[in-house]
Every structure is written in C-alpha cells, then in structure tokens.
C-alpha cells in the first residue's frame, strides 16, 4: 500500500522494559479505520487491560483504551476518539498473557499501531515490567555511549 502508517508509543521503551511482543488485530468501527489510515491516532496514554466476561470465568478478552481521533467527514454515526477497543487474538495467546499478568507483577502496554499489506490495522503490544528511575538512567547512558560509539567509527572510517 502506498499509505504508510507506523504510529508509536515513544514513552513505552522508556518507562517499561518490554519482555514479551504480541501482534493482534484491532476491532474498529468505520469511521475509526480512515482516522487511522489518516494518521489521527495517539498511543500517548494509552493502555490494555484484560476483562473478564460476568458469569463466564474462562472467557477473558483483551482490550486496548487509546484515542482516535474522530473523522473530519463523518456524520451523526461518528466514533467516540477514547473508548474501549477489542483485540482480536486466538484463546491460545489470550490465555498465556493472563497466565503471565495474573502470575507476576507484569503489565500490557502498547507499542505500535501500523496497517499491514491487506489494509488491516493492527497494534502491536507488549507484555512489560516497569523501570525504576535508576533503571531509566542507566538506559540513558547506555544509549549516549552507543551513540558516541557510533560517531567515532564514522569518524575513523
């Protein structure tokens, strides 16, 4: 496709350290998909949670809470820009991230949210611990070394 959309959440490798990488479908209404495709979609804030189904205990799913713009050409039937959006994803892979979340002190984030070669919009997420403000520092410094490694050997060819 010639519409490229790659958005990402820049925050997540910072704040968390990403463990585990999932890629799932995402249900959207229409007027959702062209704000996506225009590219009006933010992963600032944004999170996932697992909800489980009242009455039926093995009926987890899995939804994202992220902000969509609305459509600039839509009418009446035009899309609430934060809501809660489902993840299409088999309940084989359901059942190992509740497995991981339930066990552990583990959270899901979002990564990214990109439309692949068919036109499907898809998000990928991560299941993720959260960094300690020493932890966060020491990121830091690890990527200014790589950088400056880097202009050296540029330098030196």
């Known amino acids: 496709m010639s519409n490229f959309i790659n958005i990402k959440n820049k925050k997540a490798r910072h ?16 007027t959702e998909i062209k704000s996506v495709r225009a590219g009006k979609a933010s992963l600032n804030d944004s999170y996932c949670f697992l909800l489980t189904k009242p009455g ?4 987890t799913e899995i939804f994202v809470k992220m902000h969509i713009s609305e459509y600039s050409h839509g009418t009446y039937a035009n899309h609430l ?7 299409l994803l088999s309940r084989k892979e359901i059942n190992k991230i509740e497995k991981k979340i ?12 990109f439309i692949n070669d068919k036109g499907l919009a898809k998000l990928e997420f991560a ?12 990121t830091l410094k690890q990527n200014d070394d790589k950088r400056e490694m880097d202009r050296l050997k540029k330098m030196r060819f």
């Open 15 to 30: 704040d968390y350290e990403l463990l585990d990488k999932f890629v799932a479908g995402i249900q959207l209404y229409g």
């Open 56 to 59: 039926k205990p093995g009926k």
């Open 81 to 87: 820009p934060k809501r809660d959006r489902k993840l």
């Open 102 to 113: 339930k066990a552990t002190s583990l959270t899901i984030v979002p990564i990214r949210l």
């Open 127 to 138: 299941i993720a611990r959260g960094k300690k403000y020493h932890d966060k520092r020491e």
